[in-house]
């Protein structure tokens, strides 16, 4: 017995280090869009069209992985994903126009997604065979990445140059990737016990061909898109929005991202405990109206703190939400509910600021924000109007 739970330690750490990386190489993307936008010239509107490319890649990206996921395991799929993350990290600084911008974020995108069911699929496998929720820790590393990813960028935000800064993230993804990767292949895949996509039920139809479980999985998908799109808005404009609308300095705007990751790392580091007093649907309902709160007053607030602290609120009220939906998902429909809820939430995430670029031409990049209070509002009625079924527990 202690080998095998020494085995799955070793599993649950190397998958912990993905995600982190991930959370890394993404915010340091993102810190660096301000000085990208000024380098092609691009309006708000052309870099959403550009950013578009990211949401492209990622969701086309995500249905196929969950086949390659189910052909060659997830272990190899990560793995793979991250390599390819890692270097395609170092081609926006290249670009010198929009179009070009848009063209390697369709391959920072596919990597992007990629990953993301990988993982999330080896996460989910785990969380059934440990029997306990802890499906948010690994999203915590993801926030705790990203909180080191951005704040990194803020402070080297005036000495490097973003292909400088971006190259040397390339370069430190290679590495983690090399010593974390040979530890993951190395680890066999956590194996649960009743696997719905793939046991047969007696009459010999498989499970995940039930309309009622495709229609769990994708509401759960429409929980995570709700909430991911206000992630996707804090990482491509929340840095934007504290630097043009509140003058905000290049360093104050990347720390604006660095207080809602470190919200989410706080909010997910307490999640398996607070899922399992609460419950699912209290998780999901509180969750939901704290980013509410917080998205109004970070979007809405005349002043740069005013606005860190309701960016630091929002980040605590959708830190558990994601990770949710799409461990329910997954545990419903294995890697297919993970690519099909990821599907839906990482396009929320990754077509959400193309939105916001709209809407901020339109209106202003503060009215544009207030969408993200909209969506965690929505995600809260569908948790309601489902609790039965959708959000066990």
Same mark, same amino acid.
């Given at each position: ?6 085995? *799955? @330690? &070793?599993?649950?750490? !190397? #998958?912990? +280090?993905?995600?982190?990386?991930? =959370?890394?190489?993404?915010? %340091?993307?993102? $810190? ?61 600084? *290249? @670009? &010198?126009?929009?179009? !070009? #911008?848009? +063209?390697?974020?369709?391959?920072? =995108?596919?990597?992007?997604? %990629?990953?993301? $069911? ?63 990767? &040979? ?7 956590a194996a649960p016990p009743d696997r719905t996509d793939r046991t047969p039920g007696k009459d010999g139809a498989p499970h995940h061909r039930d309309r009622r479980t495709r229609r769990l999985v994708v509401t759960f998908g429409l929980i995570a898109l709700c909430t991911a799109y206000g992630e996707g ?34 909010? &997910? ?125």
């Amino acid at each position: 017995m202690p080998g095998p739970r020494r085995d *799955l @330690t &070793r599993l649950r750490i !190397a #998958l912990t +280090v993905f995600f982190a990386l991930d =959370g890394f190489v993404f915010a %340091g993307w993102v $810190v660096r869009i301000p000085a990208i936008k000024e380098q092609t010239g691009a309006s708000a509107s052309a870099l959403g069209l550009a950013l578009l490319g990211v949401s492209a890649g990622a969701v086309v990206t995500m249905t196929l992985t969950g086949r390659l996921v189910r052909r060659y395991g997830s272990h190899p799929v990560t793995v793979a994903c991250a390599v390819l993350l890692c270097l395609s990290i170092a081609l926006p600084p *290249l @670009t &010198r126009s929009a179009l !070009a #911008l848009g +063209v390697v974020l369709l391959v920072f =995108g596919s990597a992007y997604g %990629g990953i993301n $069911v990988a993982f999330n699929s080896a996460a989910v496998d785990l969380v059934a065979v440990l029997e306990r929720p802890i499906m948010p820790s690994f999203h915590a590393a993801f926030s705790l990445g990203g909180m080191v990813g951005a704040g990194l960028g803020g402070l080297v935000a005036g000495a490097l140059s973003p292909t400088r800064h971006l190259l040397a993230l390339t370069v430190t993804g290679l590495l983690v990737t090399l010593f974390a990767g &040979r530890a993951l292949l190395r680890c066999e895949p956590a194996a649960p016990p009743d696997r719905t996509d793939r046991t047969p039920g007696k009459d010999g139809a498989p499970h995940h061909r039930d309309r009622r479980t495709r229609r769990l999985v994708v509401t759960f998908g429409l929980i995570a898109l709700c909430t991911a799109y206000g992630e996707g808005a804090m990482a491509d404009w929340g840095a934007l929005h504290l630097e043009q609308d509140l003058d905000a300095s290049p360093g104050m705007a990347a720390a604006g991202y660095s207080c809602f990751a470190l919200a989410m790392t706080v909010g &997910r580091l307490t999640g398996t405990t607070l899922l399992e007093r609460l419950g699912r649907t209290a998780t999901v309902v509180a969750g939901g109206t704290t980013a509410v709160a917080g998205m109004l007053l970070g979007s809405l607030a005349p002043s740069l703190w005013a606005a860190l602290f309701g960016f630091a609120i929002t980040g605590l009220g959708l830190a558990n939400i994601f990770p949710v939906a799409v461990e329910r998902a997954g545990a419903l429909g294995g890697p297919s509910g993970v690519a099909t809820a990821s599907t839906l939430g990482y396009g929320g995430m990754l077509l959400g600021p193309p939105a916001i670029g709209f809407m901020a031409d339109w209106f202003s990049l503060s009215a544009a924000l207030t969408s993200v209070a909209a969506l965690a509002a929505v995600a809260v009625l569908v948790a309601v109007a489902t609790r039965r079924s959708a959000v066990p527990g």
